[in-house]
């Protein structure tokens, strides 16, 4: 019930289209829910964060669409370019009144095409 | 501020040594965590502290493993005596309301 799933493994995308990360959970506690980029010989940095009250967040070309009664989240990167290329990993954890411990996927690679 | 800073970036050991890791959070952070990143097992989280105690040390691989953090702005992550499967890049990170901050690692070496 601690695990986040996310998928696929890696993707590989042409500069300029849309890439795509999918993650799902099953614990509801979960309240929280960020998105990490990691490049290589890096540590991973916050990009993007959501909470279950709002559906969507957008920051500049990243976006985070929540799905709470499916359980599901994502990270979308519209118009791809090829210094987006990193391993991206969802997360998730109880903010409120928790350990602020998070469950981290096990990340996507995502390679993007000049 | 100058982010999480970690020491050293790199360590190359012998089977046996000791190891040390160090850990400065961000001043102002209540949490501390440590983690453990590899190829096969991905992000793996070893141990974290809240308000320097440690909360949580169900993922430290064994008692060779061990972590303190005697204040608010440093601790250390111990490995006695060390072996080639803990050859890895070991993270810190730290946070203050649920966004976690990561250092820029120490990869670890064990020959």
């Known amino acids: 019930q601690q695990q986040v799933k996310q998928s696929p493994q890696s993707l590989i995308v042409q500069k300029g289209g849309i890439s795509i990360i999918n993650c799902a959970y099953e614990?509801?506690?979960?309240?929280?829910f960020p998105w990490y980029q990691q490049f290589p010989g890096k540590g991973p940095a916050l990009l993007i964060a959501?909470?279950?009250?709002?559906s969507e967040k957008k920051e500049g070309r990243f976006t985070i669409s929540f799905n709470k009664s499916a359980k599901q989240f994502s990270l979308h990167i519209m118009d791809s370019q090829p210094g987006d290329s990193a391993t991206y990993f969802c997360?998730?954890?109880?903010?409120?009144?928790?350990?602020?411990?998070?469950?981290f996927g096990k990340g996507t690679k995502l390679t993007v095409n000049p | 501020d100058a982010g999480v800073i970690q020491s050293p970036r790199h360590e190359v050991t012998e089977m046996g040594q000791e190891v040390t890791l160090r850990c400065k959070p961000i001043?102002?952070?209540?949490?501390l965590f440590w983690y453990r990143q590899t190829m096969m097992r991905g992000l793996e989280l070893l141990i974290y502290?809240?308000?320097?105690?440690?909360?949580?040390d169900s993922g430290m691989p064994e008692d060779r493993f061990s972590a303190k953090m005697p204040n608010a702005s440093f601790s250390t992550l111990k490995i006695q005596p060390s072996e080639p499967r803990d050859s890895a890049v070991y993270f810190c990170?730290?946070?203050?309301?649920?966004?976690?901050?990561f250092g820029p690692g120490t990869r670890l070496l064990v020959l």
């Open positions: 502290f809240n308000n320097n105690v440690p909360i949580d």
């Open positions: 614990n509801t506690a979960f309240d929280y």
């Open positions: 001043s102002g952070h209540d949490y």
């Open positions: 997360a998730a954890s109880i903010s409120q009144g928790g350990s602020e411990k998070l469950v």
């Open positions: 959501i909470r279950p009250d709002v």
């Open positions: 990170a730290s946070s203050f309301g649920g966004s976690q901050y």
